[in-house]
């Protein structure tokens, strides 16, 4: 009786740190949030201000961004299991959606804010989703 | 290994204690499995404020489980500052299921 009371609590301590963990690791769905809120300021600039000094300020700020998330994610203490497969799979959507979105808007649709809003939320679809599935794993 | 289930010797069975890894029947070195089991990696200061132990409580417990080949520890900087990441094995995390198995199967009765 006492053999089947002990495992009970010792599973439930281990489970309870296991919680703990998961509930503490959540910066990647953080991190993952503010780029794609990122992505309704930087695709519609790079869409729809054209000049030297627009896409200098464009690139700029966005150098700023990556850096700035880069260090956020640098200072973490915990990095959730398959977080490199995972932030490989959304870096690779966002990429190609990015890659799509530029060639059409310079292209097909040029100077056009309704696809330059499209184009945003298209943008941030693969972050949210990633940021969704992992916050998912916290709950 | 230690995980490994002995089957030669007296106590040989088919209770799932027998499935039970000695070297984390201690609270601490269970509950640091349990830390690392959901990441790849956690850095030594994190997992120490978890289990709520000193510095040096930790680094003894960490070390008998890289001994036993179930947790690997890893040095680095990030800028300038040192750090220890700490990780389960392959090994390790195998150990860990196993022994989770084993006691839902005692809890279970």
Not at chain 1, 94 to 103: D, E, H, K, R, S
């Amino acid at each position: 009786m006492s053999e089947i009371a002990d495992a009970r609590q010792t599973l439930g301590r281990a489970a309870d740190v296991e919680q703990q963990v998961r509930a503490r690791s959540g910066w990647y769905a953080r991190y993952l949030w503010v780029f794609a809120a990122w992505q309704l300021v930087l695709v519609p600039a790079g869409l729809l201000l054209h000049g030297r000094n627009a896409t200098i300020a464009v690139s700029l700020t966005n150098v700023l961004m990556v850096m700035g998330l880069s260090a956020y994610v640098a200072r973490q203490r915990v990095v959730r299991r398959g977080f490199g497969v995972k932030h490989g799979i959304v870096m690779a959507s966002w990429g190609v959606v990015y890659g799509l979105a530029l060639a059409l808007g310079n292209t097909a649709f040029t100077d056009s804010p309704a696809f330059a809003a499209v184009a945003a939320a298209a943008c941030a679809l693969p972050l949210v989703t990633g940021a969704w599935l992992e916050r998912r794993q916290v709950a | 290994m230690t995980g490994e289930r002995n089957s030669d010797g007296p106590q040989a069975g088919n209770h799932p204690r027998h499935d039970l890894a000695p070297l984390l029947n201690a609270p601490v070195r269970l509950s640091v499995a349990a830390a690392l089991a959901p990441v790849d990696k956690a850095e030594f200061g994190f997992v120490r404020d978890l289990v709520e132990v000193t510095d040096s409580a930790l680094s003894k417990q960490v070390s008998l489980l890289e001994e036993a080949g179930w947790v690997h520890v890893e040095k680095g900087r990030v800028g300038r500052r040192p750090r220890t990441w700490l990780s389960l094995t392959c090994e390790g995390r195998a150990v860990y299921e196993r022994h989770l198995a084993a006691l839902r199967a005692i809890a279970a009765g």
